[in-house]
């Protein structure tokens, strides 16, 4: 099965640089009718991965897809499953 993997490590200070790869990758997904995909905010302070979760959590996003899970082994991974129809 294939997965899309977005690590944010590099661009975690850049507002609108997260942003733009959240949408490309949930739009990837949604085109390739992949699911899940694993967005890697890194552990941190944690504010990354809020920022992520505060993004997902939008009404046009949380539409999009079927749920989220955060891996209760590594805190620092976030799995965006989609159900395709």
């Known amino acids: 099965m294939a997965k899309i993997v977005l690590d944010l490590h590099n661009i975690f200070n850049k507002g609108n640089a997260i942003d733009d790869e959240l949408n490309r990758v949930i739009d990837e997904a949604l ?18 991965k809020k920022r992520v979760l505060r993004f ?30």
């Open 31 to 48: 085109e390739k009718r992949i699911t899940p995909i694993e967005i890697i905010p890194g552990k941190g302070s944690g504010q990354l």
């Open 56 to 85: 997902l959590n939008q009404p046009e996003i949380k539409k999009l897809y079927h749920r989220v899970e955060k891996d209760d082994k590594n805190f620092g991974r976030i799995f965006v499953h989609f159900k395709h129809k």
